[in-house]
C-alpha cells in the first residue's frame, strides 16, 4: 500500500521497514558526506595564505603530533566543515554534523570554536576578544583554548608539513561509522 501523507503510516506497514532500511544505508554513506564536503573547502581561499582544506588538514595534524585522541582529532580535521555551506554560522553547522558520532565536550569545544578564536579576530570586529570567558566553567575549557590556541588558530603556514588527507581517511572512516546509540537530537 502506497502513503501520500505521513498520517497514513501504521506502524505493521511494509513501508516503515523500507524507510527504515534505505535511511540507514543513506547514513552508513556519511564517510563519503564528509570526504565531499571537505574537497569543497579545497575552493575556499578567500585571502588567507592557505585554502580551507589544507587549514582543517593542518589543524588535525597538529592536534594529532600534540596527542590527542582520534575524536578530538577528526573533529579538529572536521571543525571548520560548516563553510562548505555557510560562513557566518560555520561552527554550529560543523558541530551539529559531529554530534552523533563525538562526545558531548567534542561536540560543545566545535560548537564554540569562533568563540575562542575571537580572541585573535574579534576585535577587528567590533566584537568581544574574551568571548571565550563565558565558557571558563566548563569542564572542556582548557581543551578548548589548547585546540584554537595551538592548532586552529596556528594553522595557516603554507610550509607546514602536513599530513596527506588520506592519512586521515581511517579515521573518517571509524569515527563516522554509525550515530551513537540514541543520537537523534
Ligand atoms: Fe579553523
Request: glycine share 4%; charged share 25%.
Amino acid at each position: 500500500m502506497a502513503f501520500t501523507r505521513m498520517d497514513q503510516l501504521t506502524a505493521d506497514m511494509d513501508e516503515i521497514r523500507v524507510i527504515g532500511d534505505a535511511l540507514a544505508k543513506r547514513q552508513a554513506a556519511m564517510p563519503e558526506v564528509i570526504r565531499g564536503m571537505l574537497g569543497e573547502l579545497a575552493s575556499h581561499l578567500d585571502g588567507f595564505p592557505v585554502d580551507q582544506l589544507e587549514h582543517s588538514i593542518q589543524t588535525a595534524t597538529r592536534a594529532e603530533r600534540a596527542g590527542a585522541s582520534e575524536e578530538v582529532i577528526v573533529a579538529s580535521l572536521c571543525h571548520d566543515i560548516g563553510k562548505a555551506v555557510s560562513d557566518v554560522n560555520h561552527a554550529a553547522i560543523s558541530a551539529e554534523i559531529l554530534r552523533p558520532y563525538v562526545s558531548t565536550e567534542t561536540y560543545e569545544i566545535i560548537h564554540a570554536h569562533q568563540d575562542f578564536q575571537g580572541k585573535y579576530i574579534y576585535a577587528f570586529m567590533g566584537k568581544d576578544p574574551d568571548a571565550r570567558e563565558r565558557y571558563a566553567d566548563r569542564p572542556w575549557y582548557r581543551l578548548a583554548c589548547r585546540f584554537s590556541d595551538a592548532w586552529d588558530q596556528a594553522a595557516f603556514d603554507p610550509d607546514y608539513d602536513s599530513y596527506p588527507l588520506a592519512h586521515f581517511e581511517p579515521m573518517i572512516d571509524r569515527v563516522f561509522a554509525s550515530p551513537r546509540q540514541g543520537a537523534q537530537s
